[in-house]
């Protein structure tokens, strides 16, 4: 079974499956946790949801 992939911000931009509780591997930009997510969304067939971070 295939888990979404999630990038999301914490300190710095981790990339996370659905459920997991840790990081799949952590990234100082973005733009590399996103290039990261992409491959594994590939390569398991699942989707991959982007999260931004609000500055205030």
């Not at 911000?9 to 930009?29: C, F, M, Y």
């Not at 996103?34 to 609000?54: H, K, M, P, Y």
Request: contains cysteine; aromatic residues 4%; proline residues 2%.
């Amino acid at each position: 079974m295939s888990r979404n992939q999630h990038v999301t911000p914490k300190n710095e931009w981790q990339v996370k499956g659905t459920g997991n509780e840790r990081a799949t591997s952590l990234h100082d930009t973005q733009k590399e946790a996103i290039g990261a997510v992409r491959n594994i969304a590939r390569n398991q067939n699942s989707e991959l949801f982007i999260l931004c971070q609000l500055m205030s």
